[in-house]
């Protein structure tokens, strides 16, 4: 069997990438392969960022190796925050002591006050570097933001956002159906498919 690594120490992303690859790759992850460097994600979008983590780890450990890059683009925002997602309270200049999710959405919805449209979607961008050739798997949900959190589910942006076709958030559908429908899930089908032919 094949052995990939994926650019996380995510527990339940890679629980999610190793059932879809079963009996076909074998999943490490950063920790299975004793990394524990901060690599860096200085990109300026979701490619360049999966990019630079899949690189970093194919040219220290010398492994095929994918990463993924995420975040949240809000239409009235001119995309805002999207690669600064999981660090725009802190670009912000807000504390996140009270937790960062927390601080992020509340910078978002106070950006959002009085704006009436909420559109945004959410998106992955996976890198795969494979057999020397490098690969990109693009995923998206379209959807919208609310005025309040709703639902203790999920992480990040979660309580706020409804996928197009639902009425609950992403917190609230819980993770099977979210795992189903979302902009990751999406992006690692494509990868997913790719490797059963590859």
């Known amino acids: 069997m094949k052995t990939l690594v994926f650019a996380s120490n995510n527990a339940h992303k890679l629980e999610e990438i190793r059932a879809i690859l079963k009996g076909q ?6 920790k299975d392969i004793d990394c524990e460097a901060d ?7 979701f490619r360049e960022n999966a990019l630079q983590k899949a690189t970093y780890v194919k040219e220290h450990f010398g492994y095929d190796c994918f990463a993924d890059d995420s975040g949240l683009q ?5 995309g805002e925050p999207g690669v600064y997602s999981a660090r ?19 910078v978002l919805l106070e950006k959002l006050s009085g704006i009436d449209n909420r559109k945004a979607c959410f998106r992955t961008c996976v890198a795969l570097i494979y057999e020397g050739q490098t690969h990109f798997f693009d995923g998206t949900v379209e959807g919208r933001i609310i005025y309040e959190k709703r639902g203790a589910g999920g992480f990040g942006y979660d309580p706020l956002f409804v996928p197009d076709g639902y009425e609950q958030t992403f917190a609230e559908l819980g993770n099977e159906v979210k795992n189903g429908i ?10 997913a498919a790719f490797l059963r032919d590859a």
Not at 25 to 30: A, H, R
Not at 91 to 101: A, L, Q
């Open 74 to 78: 809000v239409e009235a925002l001119n």
């Open 39 to 45: 690599i860096p994600e200085t990109g300026t979008t």
């Open 25 to 30: 790759y074998e999943v490490k992850s950063l």
């Open 182 to 191: 979302s902009h990751r899930a999406r992006a690692v089908a494509k990868l």
């Open 88 to 106: 725009y309270a802190v670009k912000n200049g807000r504390s996140i002591e009270g937790g960062k999710d927390e601080a992020n959405m509340d």
